[in-house]
Nanobody, 124 residues
Framework: QVQLAESGGGLVQAGGSLRLSCTAS????????MGWFRQAPGKERAFVAL???????AYTDSVKGRFTISRDNAKNTVYLQMNNLKPEDTAVYFC??????????????????WGQGTQVAVST
């Protein structure tokens, strides 16, 4: 069982920045694919970014150039640096870990473990 704990959410004005962190339990974090998803009110949980064990990263189009995913394997932590935030980025952000499942990593069904989520609110 892997436990994930997110932090770093909050309220920020449009154009501002936040950095989300997600710390995982487990001894083999470096082998996990780590993903960030978000869920806005009334919408399905959607892919934001991922960091693969081999250094691969991927982003949904709406955040490219504004968000950066990174990881520190020594700290079992993945980060999501969010710059130039927009009101449409408002959502609960979840981190996820994939250890056993397969796939490209863009779908919620491709992840084994989830954090509890952290709220990000962007005001105009």
């Amino acid at each position: 069982q892997v436990q994930l704990a997110e932090s770093g959410g909050g309220l920020v004005q449009a154009g501002g920045s936040l950095r989300l962190s997600c710390t995982a339990s487990g001894r083999t974090f470096s082998t996990y694919t780590m993903g960030w998803f978000r869920q806005a009110p009334g919408k399905e949980r959607a892919f934001v970014a991922l960091s693969g064990s081999g250094g691969r990263t991927a982003y949904t189009d709406s955040v490219k150039g504004r968000f950066t995913i990174s990881r520190d394997n020594a700290k079992n932590t993945v980060y999501l640096q969010m710059n130039n935030l927009k009101p449409e980025d408002t959502a609960v952000y979840f981190c996820a870990a994939r250890i056993y499942k397969s796939g490209l990593g863009y779908r919620t069904s491709e992840y084994d473990y989830w954090g509890q989520g952290t709220q990000v609110a962007v005001s105009t």
